[in-house]
């Protein structure tokens, strides 16, 4: 069974930065694409950043600039590192896989806070 941990939020002040992990029992990540998704409170879930098997990249115009996704296939786990933090990019953080095709269970997710 397919297990994603997400760790690594907190609360931090605007212009700061977090690394967010995200570590996959019963999966290979480097055989799949994975993406990092976000959800601020009474928002729908959005994709924000994702990378293909071949660690091509990309990134929802809003944090394009900012975040950078990458993947250590030794540890099985994809990384999010986010720099220059707005109050806007609060949200429960998730990983999984960048499509509804394939979808794996929800982890329970990272909770970042942007605030002063």
């Known amino acids: 069974q397919v297990q994603l941990v997400e760790s690594g939020g907190g609360l931090v002040q605007p212009g700061g930065s977090l690394r967010l992990s995200c570590a996959a029992s019963?999966?290979?990540?480097?055989?799949?694409?994975m993406g990092w998704y976000r959800q601020a409170p009474g928002k729908e879930r959005e994709l924000v950043a994702w990378?293909?098997?071949?660690?091509?990249?990309d990134y929802a115009d809003s944090v394009k600039g900012r975040f950078t996704i990458s993947r250590d296939n030794a540890k099985n786990t994809v990384y999010l590192q986010m720099n220059s933090l707005k109050p806007e990019d609060t949200a429960v953080y998730y990983c999984?896989?960048?499509?509804?095709?394939?979808?794996?269970?929800w982890g329970q997710g990272t909770q970042v806070t942007v605030s002063s």
């Open positions: 990378i293909t098997s071949y660690g091509i990249t």
């Open positions: 019963g999966m290979i990540l480097s055989f799949n694409a």
């Open positions: 999984n896989v960048p499509s509804n095709k394939g979808r794996k269970p």
